[in-house]
C-alpha cells in the first residue's frame, strides 16, 4: 500500500478515535443495581465527588496498513461536563508532518482543531454524545441525565462474564456496557456513531483493562478500541486530580 494512502488510513483513525462517546448509562430496577455495584467496585460515591478535575496522559497507538502510528494523547476534564482531547502524532514516515488533532467541548458547544484537514464545529451525532458524557464518570448521574437503561442478561468475554447494561439516551448514541461478573469494574463498551468524515456510521467496541487506584477510584489505565474502519490502543502513563485548569481550553480558540 502507498505512502499516500496509508497515511490517509492514519488520519482516519486518529478522525474516529475523537468521535467516540464516552460511555453513558440510564434507569432500569435491575440495571440500576448492577451500576450501582459497578460505582462501588470503582470506589464509591464519595471518592467520585472529591474529583474536580483531572489531567490523563498517554500514549496512542494508531494500526495503519503502513504500520502502527505511535503518538501521544492527553485529556483534560473538568466539571460538569467539559472534556479537551489533544492528539499528536508523527507523520513523517508518510510524507505529511506532524499531526495534532485538538477537540474541545464546554459543556454545549463542540470544536475541532485539525493541522492537516482543517478545523470545525462539532454537531450532529458526535455533539450529541458529547453532551451525554459526565465527568467524573456517567455512572454517577444517569438518571438525572433521563437516560433509560436495561438489563441484557450476560455474555461471555475472554474467560469470564460480563452483565450486559445497554444506556440508550434522548439524543445520541446507545452504548453496550459490559461489567465483569466477579470484579463489578467495566471491562468494555460497544457503540455506533456517526462519522462526518467517513460519511457512515461505525460501531467501536472499546475494551478497559489494567485498572489502578488514583485517589481512591479505580481508572483504567489501557484502553484497546477496534471497528470495521481502524484500531487503536492507548496506554495511559499519569493520571492527576484536582490541578488547575483553565477554561480556554474548553472552548473554541
Do not use: W
Amino acid at each position: 500500500m502507498g505512502g499516500e494512502t496509508a497515511m490517509k488510513y492514519a488520519m482516519r483513525s486518529a478522525l474516529v478515535l475523537l468521535v467516540l462517546a464516552s460511555p453513558h448509562a440510564a434507569s432500569s430496577q435491575t440495571a440500576d443495581e448492577i451500576i450501582d455495584k459497578s460505582i462501588a467496585a470503582m470506589g464509591g460515591r464519595a471518592a467520585f465527588d472529591k474529583i474536580k478535575t483531572r489531567v490523563l496522559s498517554g500514549t496512542i497507538t494508531l494500526s495503519t496498513p503502513g504500520g502502527d502510528l505511535p503518538g501521544t494523547i492527553e485529556i483534560q476534564n473538568a466539571r460538569p461536563n467539559k472534556t479537551r482531547t489533544l492528539i499528536k502524532a508523527d507523520l513523517t514516515q508518510f510524507g505529511a508532518g506532524m499531526l495534532e488533532i485538538d477537540q474541545r467541548f464546554d459543556g454545549q458547544n463542540g470544536y475541532q482543531l485539525n493541522t492537516l484537514q482543517g478545523n470545525r464545529e462539532v454537531t450532529g451525532n458526535q455533539l450529541d454524545n458529547m453532551r451525554n458524557a459526565a465527568f467524573p464518570h456517567p455512572f454517577l448521574s444517569y438518571k438525572e441525565s433521563g437516560f433509560t437503561a436495561t438489563l441484557e442478561g450476560k455474555e461471555k468475554i475472554g474467560t469470564g462474564e460480563a452483565y450486559v447494561v445497554v444506556l440508550q439516551p434522548k439524543a445520541g448514541s446507545t452504548v453496550r456496557h459490559c461489567i465483569d461478573a466477579e470484579t463489578l469494574l467495566p471491562i468494555r463498551f460497544v457503540l455506533s456513531v456517526n462519522v462526518p468524515e467517513l460519511n457512515a456510521d461505525v460501531e467501536q467496541t472499546t475494551d478497559l483493562s489494567a485498572y489502578k487506584d488514583v485517589d481512591g477510584v479505580k481508572l483504567a489505565f489501557k484502553l484497546i478500541s477496534s471497528s470495521s474502519v481502524q484500531s487503536f490502543t492507548v496506554d495511559v502513563s499519569k493520571v492527576e486530580h484536582n490541578v488547575p485548569v483553565d477554561d480556554k481550553v474548553f472552548v473554541k480558540p
